[in-house]
Structures are given as C-alpha cells and as structure tokens.
C-alpha cells in the first residue's frame, strides 16, 4: 500500500481565495507529481520534482505553484483560486529502484471553487 | 503530452463474465502498470510489470507485458460487481515521465 497522503481531500472555497494543497509521502521517493483530473477524463501532468529545489511545469499549463523543501513534502498553491481551478488533484511518487520505477498515488483533493 | 491508446473505452458485463483490456503505443517502454480508480478517489496500482513477456497475476486479475515492448494487457475473470470502476494503463520510457491511457470504464451487471 502507498504511503502518500493529501489534505484536504474535499474544498470548497469562494473566487480569489488562496489554497494550499499538501501532499506528503514516506516512502523517500525522490520524484513527486501533481497531476490535474477533470471527472472520468485522462490525467495532466501540471508539476513535477525530481528532489529537493527541484520544481518543473508538466504538459498542461497550470496558474499553480509547488515548491520543494523537503524530500517528503510538495504541496501546491493556488494564489487566487477561479472557477476553472474547479477539478480533482492528484499527488504522486515514484520509486526510483533499478528498473523497477512505479508511480503511487495520494487519494486526491477535490477542489470546487464557486 | 502523449498518451496511450486504451481499449475498449467501456466495457458493461455481466457478473461471472471475464474481462480484458488493452493499451499500446508507437513507443517502446520499459515499465508497464496498471491502475483502478474508483469516483472520487485516487488511482490504487494492480500490476507493475518491468520485462517484456512478463505475466504477473493479482488474485483475479493477469496482466502482461507485450513481447514488442509496445503494449500490455490486463485480464479479469470472473468479474464480481466490486471490480466496477475505470481502470487505466501507465507507461515509462527509460528515465522519463510516466505516460497514462485514456481509461476503461467497467460496469458489472450482477
């Protein structure tokens, strides 16, 4: 079972409003994404970190942010929250083993911003 | 970014039916997995497999990695309606990111 854990898991919150998305994991996995999930749709790469300082914009363009600090901590930051924000978002890790790379991932946080 | 061909999109079967799916793609992989999501929750791995000609069984379910390197198939049998949800496919290539199929949606009909 993946250790990887996101709060909140359901948000509600009102236009211009800034939110916090945290993700954590303890499995010690240098790699953590952040990927955009719209209902029953495909999944979007919005921001990813090989390690520590290291932060990178994924495929779908995102008004988000994300920072790096520590190994087991990428949180994700929304400055001023709109109602196309509205959307699942799903924290991942990977493993880094030897031929062995598998992604896990967090339970999701949904975010309705009305 | 790119992703892979997942098939079929939907799937409504009957209980006690078998199941399978498959993904591929242009590109050569070196790691195939397999993942179901239930609404509202986040995806839970299946099956990981890491050589290809790899099968690899989890309780009901077999997954196996294509010989070509190009795709990889998930079976399920005896399908209970517990195994209703979208189930999707993910791929690496040596050192870069994971790459994910569009998904089946599985309806078991007790």
């Known amino acids: 079972e993946a250790d990887i854990y996101q709060t909140p898991r359901y948000l509600v919150i009102g236009t211009g409003k800034k939110i916090t998305l945290e993700c954590s994991q303890t499995?010690?996995?240098?790699?953590m994404y952040w990927y955009q999930q719209d209902p029953g749709m495909e999944l979007h790469l919005i921001h990813y970190?090989?390690?520590?300082?290291?932060?990178e914009k994924g495929d779908l363009s995102s008004e988000s942010t994300v920072s790096r600090i520590r190994t087991e901590h990428f949180p994700l930051t929304l400055e001023s929250a709109r109602p196309s924000h509205t959307s699942q978002y799903l924290c991942?890790?990977?493993?880094?083993?030897?031929?062995?790379?598998?992604?896990?991932f967090g339970e999701g946080s949904w975010l309705t911003v009305v | 970014g790119q992703q892979l061909n997942q098939s079929p999109q939907s799937m409504f079967i009957q209980e006690g039916e078998d199941v399978s799916m498959n993904c591929t793609s242009s590109?050569?992989?070196?790691?195939w997995l397999w993942y179901k999501q239930d609404p509202g929750e986040g995806p839970v791995l299946l099956i990981a497999?890491?050589?290809?000609?790899e099968l690899t069984s989890n309780g009901r379910l077999t997954a196996q990695f294509g010989i070509t390197r190009k795709d990889s198939f998930l079976n399920i049998s005896a399908s209970i309606p517990s195994d209703v949800g979208i189930y999707f496919c993910?791929?690496?290539?040596?050192?870069?990111?994971?790459?994910f199929g569009t998904g089946t949606s599985l309806t078991v009909i007790p």
């Open positions: 991942a890790s990977s493993d880094p083993g030897q031929g062995t790379n598998t992604i896990y």
């Open positions: 497999l890491y050589k290809a000609g």
């Open positions: 499995m010690g996995h240098d790699k």
């Open positions: 590109s050569i992989f070196n790691t």
């Open positions: 993910a791929g690496q290539r040596a050192g870069n990111q994971f790459y």
């Open positions: 970190s090989y390690g520590v300082n290291s932060t």
